[in-house]
């Protein structure tokens, strides 16, 4: 892996919970409009520009882009960001309720992603990495980090520890109860040097992003005349987290109808294809479970694994996908069937079964979060893992680590 300390372009201190908005694919939009009406610092208006624009504004057009460029613009010229003088690394630990996880703030490079050293386990789809890539190429800034992993490494751990032991110069609970704490890390020789022996990382959230990172540079590259390589476009911020700290929560399923069949009679359907037990528990206690939710009841689908199964076909998703939604519901392709919806988050579960009790939805499926070995399995196979098979909680927040290209 290649590191290298950047000068950050961030809040001040006391406006950093003011600034910090949660990425741009997070949330829908109403709620995004109303937290940046209420806020004229909050990042969403650089980093979701829509909130500034009537509904239904002409994409084509890239006045979303502009209107980020602009902002962020007026942001830096207000105080609400700043750049720093000299280059850092920094260390950014964020905790929900018992959770913590740290990581190592930096830019990676895009000859990495390039190369398959950072790993990717999802697809992307064409326009969003293209209007991402317009994000970067019209504002001239990487808005928000690359959620990325490595395996534990005890030197960076002893390292991470040691920086953790002084005092963090940023810290701020935001709205949602979660705390961010960042350690600027003025000397970086001894985390670059131990970043080298790092053969592999991985894309855990933010597989767009780094697309147009990619795209960004690359497009540049090939439009500057006197490239020389040493460029800010070559170069993207990510966090970097060791992959013991991470937690990864399920992402739920609901279908809004039974393609035509009864609950009675989908429900022996069913029985036909998994073992059935009828539950009050809502979530699956280990893998090769799934819970289903029912005509207001709960149950519990399990089968017995396939040793010979690749590492995608083995995940639960895979299966429930290829025995139940596949061929039974009719759901062909889960990436882009308007029948299927996912959520993910600690409050899923309670959402799902909401949704089926309301009658937006006809069945439910709890699964068992899928875990960062499997990922990191699947990135390693170089296959990837079924749509909305993974989220990760608790979320970076924009704004605190902006890199400009020049």
């Known amino acids: 892996m290649r590191i290298k300390p950047f000068e950050a372009i961030r809040p001040p201190a006391r406006l950093a919970v003011e600034v910090a908005s949660l990425p741009y694919d997070v949330g829908d939009l109403e709620d995004a409009r109303a937290i940046a009406d209420a806020n004229p610092r909050s990042f969403l208006h650089v980093e979701r520009p829509e909130v500034d624009l009537p509904d239904h504004y002409d994409m084509s ?26 280059p850092a690394l920094y260390l950014y630990r964020i ?44 504002t001239g800034a990487h808005t928000g980090p690359i959620f990325l992993l490595f395996r534990d490494d005890p030197k960076i751990t002893a390292k991470m520890d040691a920086i953790l032991a002084g005092q963090p110069f940023m810290d701020f609970t935001a709205i949602d109860g979660i705390q961010h704490e960042v350690w600027r890390i003025s000397d970086s020789r001894d985390l670059i040097d ?44 990510a966090v970097l987290f060791p992959a013991s700290h991470l ?10 109808d039974l393609n035509g069949l009864t609950p009675q009679a989908f429900l022996e359907k069913v029985r036909g294809i998994f073992t059935v037990t009828q539950t009050s528990v809502s979530a699956p206690a280990h893998p090769g479970e799934v819970s289903m939710y ?34 039974v519901l009719g759901i062909d392709d889960p990436r882009t069937n308007s029948r ?12 799902i079964s909401k949704k089926v009790d309301t009658g937006r939805a006809a069945v439910a499926f709890s699964v068992h979060p ?34 400009a290209l020049d």
């Open 340 to 351: 299927i919806e996912y959520a993910g988050g600690f409050d899923s579960v309670e959402r």
């Open 61 to 86: 057009s890239g006045i979303d882009h502009h209107t980020a460029a602009k902002n962020l613009t007026l942001f830096l010229r207000e105080g609400w960001l700043e750049r720093e003088s000299t």
């Open 194 to 237: 131990a970043f080298a022996a790092i053969p592999l990382s991985y894309v855990a959230d933010g597989h767009h992003r780094t697309a147009a990172a990619a795209r960004a540079g690359m497009e540049r590259r090939a439009n500057n005349p006197n490239h020389r390589g040493d460029e800010e476009y070559n170069w993207f911020p």
């Open 247 to 256: 937690k990864v929560l399920a992402y739920n399923r609901t279908l809004k």
């Open 95 to 138: 905790t929900l309720g018992d959770h913590r996880q740290t990581g190592v703030v930096a830019c990676c490079h895009i000859e990495d992603y390039e190369n398959n050293i950072i790993r990717k386990h999802e697809k992307t789809k064409k326009p969003v990495e293209d209007q991402r890539t317009l994000h970067v190429q019209i």
């Open 294 to 327: 029912l005509a207001g009841q709960w149950y519990s689908l399990s089968w017995t694994p396939d040793p010979n199964a690749d590492p995608v076909s083995a995940l639960d998703v895979s299966v429930l996908q290829s025995r139940l939604l596949g061929p």
């Open 370 to 403: 899928t875990t960062v070995d499997q990922l990191m399995a699947i990135a390693d196979a170089d296959q990837i893992m079924p749509p909305k098979s993974t989220w990760f909680e608790p979320k970076l927040r924009s704004g605190l680590f902006v890199h």
